[in-house]
């Protein structure tokens, strides 16, 4: 539970009457542990409300009560030394300067002033701090998830890793709005205190950005609306791109499927949010243009049908197959929802419908577990967006976060629209470290087994060996792929190098049961360079093809032997775009003009076996990104690629392609309130 107050963003009330919204009282837990869910949730809902009471009530019995206190009487025959107005007359007569004592100095002389607008110090940002208002909790409030493509994760990143805002959880967004506010509460003091010039600069630029979401009145009806964007972007692309990281490879990663081809892409919308106490929504749509392409030659699609365990055209109809994109490709005009929700704040919880955005892991290059690499699945969400202490276990654990979310798969036609779920939780057991578990599950499908709340339980609790009767049956418990991620500042460098890893396996427990068959992706990030405070560089290896030559031909990640369009939504792949049997990297060095802007340039690699794809692919390319604020309002985003590729068993020899891309985003200040 926290209040608005003059010190911060959020804070806890006074005298310490209620624990802070992070972590110091119980409100709710696990999916995963369900008896203490409702045990918690029932206690905070308890609890809260009397802490909420105390705290509101303790300033006004002080108020009270000093207002009560009266100045003592002087004694008898003591002279009051208040002083009285009096005359001139009764006045002592001033000392001549000459009489004064020897020890009496001159003022120093005044200070030279600027004379000149060149003579004035530069600003400097500072963490700004509200008027106060009176403030009922914010506890029971919703407030939307913040874009996974919004500035504001790299500069809370870069924050977290400058030593600050400990309660971040890394491996677990997207984040909400109120959620990033108590993240920003809890680090205020040390912030202002740092004397951090980049940490303060980051405090007040994203304070400033959550703002809107964060006033809210004590005695009227609160609830507000407002378009948060409007954008347009422009990408052409000459040569002939990538986009199939189930087999060859994609060129525009992690971008939220959206469709691209050689010459012009379109893609022009606008974003919108709205709350009204516990209950919030969010939108953003977009038109979308992309030029038709070639696609794959028969020849092509059959290999790679063949690779998948498709056996022909006859047993499977490869034009409804999205992972295999068999020429021609039409042109791509329409209208697409990115993100579309509503959602219910319940006891730290936010309870969520609609399309909405999943990042798992701690990388920014790729998710083993889930990205947006893909089109974002319509789904079913119980996300814990605050931290949670739990007595007795948090002891060991430290605080911890879950999420779970279930809806159907697109794109899909062997079985014909399956579902999916995934939950993961985090513990955090010091401000230091971070790790957590994930486990997902493909299930059902026309032609297999009913999507059923029968089947799906299966699949949920079942993590035994699967025989191949079952598997081919009504009860096959589905796809299980299961990850492990971890997040470490490390010692005597807490404010410089963070180390972080992700990791994927199929059909075992955990990957760290099963190395050899594991995938990885290994990173550090350096939040500065000594003597260049605004430059940082960040490096990631991932790889899928299991090491010491302990390959599967392609069939050991993301492909199932009953789900062989496998770990895909609409196509592409919702994972790490690096694929199924792949190995490489990605480093970027970014110099930051602000938190909101800045200049990165990337290298990004990746290579598939020769057992999996004949001939292999090797694809590298080179990215240089700039981020401008024109005014206040108005974004520019620019982007410029070049890229190399060698898939003999598309094109023969060496192919290359470069795109462009110009963005220009409006962000209304206006916001309605109701």
């Not at 929700?341 to 955005?357: A, C, P, Q, R």
Request: charged share 15%.
């Amino acid at each position: 539970m926290n209040f608005l107050k003059p010190g911060g963003i959020l804070a806890p009330p006074a005298h310490g009457a209620c624990a802070s919204g992070l972590a110091h009282a119980p409100r709710g837990a696990t999916a995963f542990i369900v008896g203490i869910v409702f045990a918690g949730c029932l206690i905070s809902g308890v609890l809260a409300p009397l802490a909420l009471a105390q705290a509101l009530a303790q300033p006004a019995s002080n108020g009270a009560a000093s207002s009560q206190v009266q100045a003592p009487a002087p004694s008898a025959g003591v002279q009051s030394q208040t002083p009285t107005k009096s005359s001139p007359d009764q006045l002592p007569p001033p000392v001549p300067y000459s009489q004064a004592p020897e020890t009496q100095q001159t003022a120093p002389p005044a200070a030279q002033l600027p004379t000149t607008a060149d003579q004035l110090p530069p600003p400097q940002p500072q963490i700004h701090y509200v008027n106060y208002e009176p403030i009922k909790s914010i506890q029971g409030y919703s407030s939307s998830y913040i874009p996974l493509d919004s500035w504001v994760y790299p500069a809370m990143m870069r924050l977290y890793s400058l030593g600050f805002v400990d309660t971040e959880f890394l491996g677990l967004r997207p984040w909400t709005t109120m959620s990033v506010a108590h993240m920003l509460d809890e680090s205020s003091a040390k912030i202002r205190d740092s004397g951090n010039d980049d940490a303060i600069a980051i405090y007040a630029a994203v304070e400033d950005e959550i703002a809107p979401d964060l006033h809210i009145p004590l005695d009227n009806e609160y609830g507000h609306a407002r378009i948060a964007s409007i954008y347009t972007r422009i990408m052409g692309i000459a040569g002939t791109p990538l986009r199939d990281s189930f087999h060859l490879g994609q060129t525009d990663v992690n971008d939220y499927g959206r469709p691209y081809a050689g010459g012009f892409n379109i893609y022009t919308g606008f974003s919108a949010k709205a709350q009204y106490g516990r209950f919030s929504m969010y939108f953003r749509g977009e038109y979308q243009h992309a030029p038709g392409w070639s696609g794959y030659s028969p020849e092509l699609a059959l290999t790679l049908a063949r690779i998948d365990a498709f056996a022909s055209f006859s047993s499977v109809p490869l034009p409804g197959n999205t992972t295999i994109p068999l020429g021609p490709i039409s042109a791509a005009n329409r209208p697409t929802i990115l993100e579309g929700y509503v959602s219910m704040h319940l006891i730290g919880n936010e309870i969520s419908f609609g399309k909405m955005d999943t990042w798992y892991g701690p990388a920014v290059g790729g998710g083993m577990a889930w990205s947006n690499n893909a089109e974002n699945v319509y789904s079913f969400r119980i996300n814990r967006v605050e931290p949670l202490y739990l007595p007795y276990v948090s002891r060991f654990t430290g605080s911890l976060r879950y999420d779970f979310f279930v809806g159907p798969l697109k794109g899909h036609n062997d079985p014909v629209s399956p579902w999916v779920h995934s939950e993961k939780i985090s513990f955090k057991p010091t401000p230091n470290f971070e790790f957590g578990f994930q486990r997902t599950v493909i299930w059902g499908g026309i032609g297999h087994q009913p999507v059923t709340l029968g089947t799906f339980w299966h699949s949920f609790y079942s993590i035994s060996d699967t025989s191949a009767e079952e598997k081919y049956s009504r009860h096959d418990p589905g796809a299980r792929f299961s990850s492990v991620d971890f997040t470490w500042r490390l010692p005597y460098l807490r404010k410089w190098l963070t180390l972080y890893s992700d990791s994927e396996t199929h059909d075992d427990v955990f990957p760290i049961t099963a190395p050899r068959r594991a995938a990885m992706r290994p990173g550090l990030y350096l939040s500065h360079i000594p003597g260049a405070p605004k430059l940082d560089v960040r490096v990631e290896g991932a790889y899928t093809a299991a090491p010491a030559g302990n390959n599967h031909g392609g069939q050991a990640q993301y492909i199932e032997v009953i789900q062989r369009n496998g770990y895909t939504n609409n196509g592409l792949l919702t994972g790490d775009w690096i694929g199924r049997e792949g190995k490489g990297g990605q480093a970027w060095l970014t110099y930051h003009f602000s938190p909101r802007e800045w200049a990165q340039l990337s290298f990004r690699q990746n290579k598939a076996n020769r057992d999996f794809i004949p001939g292999g692919t090797t694809q590298s390319d080179i990215d240089f990104s700039l981020v401008k604020r024109l005014s206040p309002q108005l974004e520019f985003k620019g982007d410029v690629q070049y890229e190399r590729w060698l898939i003999p068993i598309y094109k023969a020899g060496l192919q290359h392609d470069t795109s462009a891309t110009f963005q220009f985003t409006w962000y209304p200040p206006q916001v309605k309130h109701f």
